[in-house]
C-alpha cells in the first residue's frame, strides 16, 4: 500500500473545506447559471462579484465568483478556533512553506498559502454567519444543493500531493493504485466525515478539476438534468448521470458558463472513525470510475480549472485510465 | 406530416400487448436474470420453459421463455373479447393475410398471423387470471418490474410498418421524421392509453429491438444497477440511465443472457383521448433520443432479436441517428 | 358480491374525467394555493374565473374556478367523439333522466345530466387543444401536479351511484363492503384504464368528496408538504401522507382556501382488461384506508363540497368506518 | 437561552456513537425483525445473543440483542484512541463518577459509567473491523438501513442533561424551551457531525426512547412500511412517516416485538462548524415535532425502554407538549 500513515494528531485541525473563488467573464450568466439554475442563493454580490451559500449552509458564502479570467484563485478551509490559524502558520515556517496574513470580506484572520506543487489554499476560523434557510422551502429551486461537499485537484504527482495533505491531517477514504509502478493514481481525502473534502487526481497539474455540491437524492440529480437540458444549458452536461465505484455517490458532472467543472454530488457515507480502512481500487478496474460500467469523455479526465498564477506540470505517472472512445 | 389518419373506429379491438415468447440457451441462467434479478415472479415452468409475470399483472404471464435458439416467436396481444378474435379474423382474411389459430397453454383461443413485414403477433380475448400480488411487497426484489409496457421493433420501411398497425386502431404519440425525405424514421404507437404498445424504429428488420417493462421510479432503475453491477451483470448494462426526449421516460436498457434486450422502463404520460395530437422529432436532434444530450452506443442501432423464420430486409431509408462514436 | 355485472357495451363512450368547476371566494387566495403551490398552470382567467391545467395534459384546463359559493358546479367528462354525445341524449332520454345542451367556452358541445341522486355531469366530446408543456421544466413547481387523476363523492346509497355508473360503462376496481348487510360502502369505478375516474363512498350526499391529481412519485408529495407548511399552508394539510390499502396510492389530502378537498395521489396500476378483477375489501380492515394502520381524522369522513342547487340526503347505510379518535 | 456554553476542548475525544445492547425475549422473532426486515446484518451470534450491524458500518455491531428482560444495558460510543479513554477514567474519577473497566466481545478496551441520572454509558476505543459491504447491493433488503444514527432518552431534568453531556464535549444543535420556564424541554447533541448522537426529552427517565438508524431516502422508509404493513408488522408502527421540524429529518417510528423503539431516519444535515448556532424551538410550536402539523400519539411520550438496574423518575418540568388526542 503505498499511502503514507494517517497523522491522527496533526499540527492545526482543518475543519472542513469551505469556499472557492473562481474568476467568470459573465457574471449574470453565472447568476443565471449557479442561483436560478442550481438553486444556490446569492447573499452578496457588487459590481464584480456574486457570493452564494447553498440551502444547509450557515456560513456567508461557499461560492465566490468574480469577474476576471476563469482562474482558481484559492481553496479555502476552516479551522477550528484563531489558535489554528497561528499553529498553522508556525508549521508552515516550520516547513519552509511560504504564506501570508490576507483580508477576505465576511470572515476573520485569513491565512494563504499553497501546497508544494502551488495549489492555493486559504485558512481561516471564523466567518459571518446567517440565518438557517434549510426550512425554507419556498427557496428551493432547480438543483436544490445543499451543501458545498469537496475539491478534486489534477495533481501532476499524487503521491507526493497525499504526503502533503496527509501531513496536515487529511485522512485518505479511498485511493486509485497503479499496480505497475505501485505509486497512487488518485486519491480522496477527508477532514469532515465524509469521503472527502479534497482529492487528487493524476494529470497536468496542479489544477481545480471540480467543485462539488450536496443534493439529497438522486431524483435532485434527474430533475437538473430535466431543467439544464430544457433551459438552455444542454451543452454544460459533461458526465453522468452514474454511480462512481470510488465513494460510491451518483454524480453528474457539469460546466458552468467559464467552463469551471461543478459535480453535483449524492450519497456518500460517514468515515469519522479514525481507523477507517481505506479502500484500493486498481487503476484498470473500470467500475472505481463509474459502477455501472461507463467510461467518462476525454474532456472529464483533460480540461479544468487552472490556479491563478500557477503553471502546471506534465504527470510524472503516464499510466492512463480507460477512457471513452 | 407523413403520418395516415389515425383508424378511430377498427375493424377489432386491441386492448393492450400481453406477453412475448424468447428462445433462451440456459433456462437456470435466464431465471437467474429475469426472476432473482429483475424480480419478474415465476407463475409456471417445465423442462423446457419458464413463464413469468411482473408485480402489478393478473395475466398469468408476460414473458415465456423456452429453451431453444436465440429468437422471438411472436408478439402478443390482448384482444377485448371473444367477438374480436372473429373479427380479426374476419378482417385479416378480407386484407389477404394469413391466419391460423393456434393452442396456447393458459389461453383461450389464439389466433396467429404477422404483419407486411413479417413481425409475427397473437391475438387471444381470455388468459388464465391470477391472484393479486402488488401488495405482497415480500415479493418486491430486484428490478421490482410491475409490467410489461410495451415492444418495439426494427423495420426495413417505418413508414409501411405504421400503415399496417394504424389500420387495426393504433394511435401514433410521437415520431421521427426523417426532413429531406420526408419519410418515418421512427414511431411509437399505443392502444392502452400510454405512449405505446408497439414502436418501430429504422433498420435492418424485421427483428424485435426490445421489450420493456414498466417500473415506478428512477430510484427503482437506480437500485438495479447497482445491482446487476455488483452481482455479475455488469457486461449486461448496454445503455442509460438517461431521460429519452421522445415519450419523456427515464429509461435503462439491458441484454438478458442471450441478448435479448430488456428495457426498463419509467414515467409515460395518458393518451387515451382520440384527439391527442401526435408530437414530431427531428431526426437530426439528439435530444430526441437522450434530453439530457448523449448519444446511445452503435450495437443499440444495430443489435436485435429475430424473429423466428423470418428473414430481416435493410431499411429502405439510409438515414442515419447519432450514435456515440 | 354485491356489485351489478359491468358493461362491457355501454350506451355512449365516456373516455375519461376531464375537469371540475369550483365555486371561491377569493380567486387571488385560490390562484396562490392552485398555481403558485400546487403548480398547476393557468390558461385563462377574467374578473371572476380562472382555467388551470396541468403540467401533462393538452385540452385546455382541468380547473375551473369561479367567484361565488364554495359549490361545485358539475363534475365533467370527454366522450370519443361527437356521436357518443348523440347517443348519450338518446340514453338519458329512453331512461327518463332530465338534460341540457349547454355553453361552455374553449369545447364543443356540452350535454348537461345528473345521476340519480343528483350529481351534476356534463359530457363533451372535443376542448381547444394546447401545446405539450410536459417538457418544459422550468414550468414545473410546488406540487408538480401531472394531470388530473379522479373524482370522489359521497353518495347516500353507494349500490345505487355504482348501478348507474355502471350502466354507462364504468368497470368496478375495488370496492367495500359492509359484510353484515350485503351492502357496498364504497367503490372505485374506471374507465381510463387506472383504478378510477369516479369513486363514492358513504355519506351524506350527494357531495363531492374531493377531486385528485396524479403526481410522479412519493418525493414530489413529500416536498409538496415541506412547501405548504413553511408557506401558510400548514392549516390546509388534512390528512397523510399515506398509502392506501384500497389502489395501492400514494396519498396526501389538503384542503384549498374554500376547504374544497384535493388529493395528491402517486402510483396506480392498470385495469385495462375488460376482465379485470374487482378486489373487495372489508369495511372493517383498517388496511383498508392506510394499508400501515391509522386511520383518517373524522373531518375526512364528514365534510365535502356541495354541489350547486343538490340538496345531500343521509346515507341509508349506517355502517360506520375505523375514525380517528 | 438556558444552554450551557459548548465545551470545545472536551476532558477526551468521544467520536461517534457506536451500538447498544438490548434484551429481547425472543431471538428468532427480534432476528425476524432486525435482519429479514430491517435489513441489517448479522455478525456474529449464539445461543443466547445476535449482533448485528448497518450496511455502510465497520465496525463489528451497531446492535447487540441478548435474551433477557426488555431493558437496555447500556448505550456505547466510540472514543479516538487508547488515550482518551485514560483521560475518561481521569475525568470521571475527578468529577466523583463511578467506573468500571469491563470486557466486551469484539472490542478493545472498555470504560463503563453512568450519567448523573444513571443512563449507563461505555467508551471503548476500538472494535474488530469487518469489511465494507456496502457495495455489496444484494444483501440491501427491506429497510435497507445505512448506520445508527443516534440514541433518545427520556430524562427527568432535561437541563441537567445536557450540562452533563456537554461537559464531555456533546454540542447542542438544536433545542426546546419552555418558555414560561425558562427550561429546557429537549435538546439534540451532537459529537460526529450531524444533527445529533445523543438527545434528550423531558419525561420519566432516564430511559431511552429510541435508537435511531439512517436510511438514504424518504422512499426506503415508504418501502420499510409497505413491507411492515403486509408482513405481519402492522402494529409495530407507531408513528410516521413525517417531517420532524427539530433536525428537519423525514422519519418513520416502530417498535420490536419488545416494544423497543426504532427510529428510521431519513435526511439531517452536517454541523461540524465549532460555532454552528442551536436552533431554538418553542414547546408550544406543533411544527417542531412534525413540520406538517400532526402531532404524536401518546405513546411515543409516554413509552420507553427501562435501563438495567435503574429507576426512572419523574420529570421535575411539568410542562406538556401537544399529544394527539
Known sequence: MPLPEPTLYPPFNV???SHVELGVSDLAASRAFYADTLGLQVTAEGSDYLMLRA??????????LRKGKP???ALSFKVYDEADLDRAADWLADQGRPFTWVERPHQGRTLRSSDPHGVP??????????????????LYRGGRLLRIDHFNCFSPDVDASVAFWSSIGFRVTEYTEDEASGR???AWLHRKGGVHDMAFTNGLGPRLHHTAFWVASPLHVIELLDLMSTTGWLAQIERGPGRHGISNAFFLYIRDPDGHRIEIYSSDYLTVDPDHEPIRWDLKDPQRQT?????????????GTRFHGVEPRPATLSAQPIVAP
Do not use: D, T
Request: no cysteine; hydrophobic share 45%.
Open 71 to 73: 482562474e482558481a484563485q
Open 184 to 186: 497512487l493514481w488518485a
Open 121 to 138: 489554499f486559504e485558512l481561516y476560523a471564523r466567518m459571518e454567519r446567517l440565518a438557517p434557510i434549510h426550512q425554507n422551502y419556498a
Open 15 to 17: 475543519v472542513r473545506l
Open 291 to 303: 459502477l455501472w460500467g461507463a467510461p467518462a469523455p476525454r474532456s472529464w479526465f483533460e480540461e
Open 55 to 64: 440551502l444547509e449552509e450557515r456560513g456567508h458564502h461557499s461560492l465566490v
